[in-house]
């Protein structure tokens, strides 16, 4: 069964930092894409990209709005990739997502329509 599981959310005050971690089973991580995502809490939005991990670990990428203070990495021996977050900021809460596609190319939404998802793991960040 193929299945991908988040975790590493919690509740953090403004500065802090939480590491995501996103394990998969059934399918061998190291040759998908990996994007994480981001949804506001309450409001019917689309989930914003924030960070990309190309297949294999070899590209890293984050949005501008995290650039210096979130990063993505690999761990393929433990099947499974993270989301390092440092210096968070309340707009930073929300539920986080990774997807994982054989095709995806970039933190693009419309790249991981058709991939694995998780079932996310909620971040709030208090002022």
């Known amino acids: 069964q193929v299945q991908l599981v988040e975790s590493g959310g919690g509740l953090v005050q403004s500065g802090g930092s939480l590491t995501l971690s996103c394990e998969g089973s059934?399918?061998?991580?190291?040759?998908?894409?990996i994007g994480w995502f981001r949804q506001d809490l309450g409001k019917e939005r689309e989930r914003e990209g924030v960070?990309?991990?190309?297949?294999?670990?070899?590209?890293?990428d984050v949005t501008a709005s995290v650039k210096g203070r979130f990063a993505g990495s690999s761990d393929y021996h433990a099947n499974s990739v993270r989301l390092r977050m440092n210096n968070l900021k309340p707009e930073d809460t929300g539920i986080y997502y990774c997807?994982?596609?054989?095709?995806?190319?970039?933190?693009?939404?419309?790249?991981?329509?058709?991939?694995?998802w998780g079932q996310g793991t909620q971040v709030t960040v208090s002022s």
């Open positions: 059934g399918f061998a991580l190291d040759s998908f894409a």
């Open positions: 997807s994982a596609s054989e095709s995806a190319t970039g933190i693009n939404l419309d790249s991981f329509r058709d991939g694995f």
């Open positions: 960070a990309y991990i190309s297949a294999s670990g070899a590209v890293t």
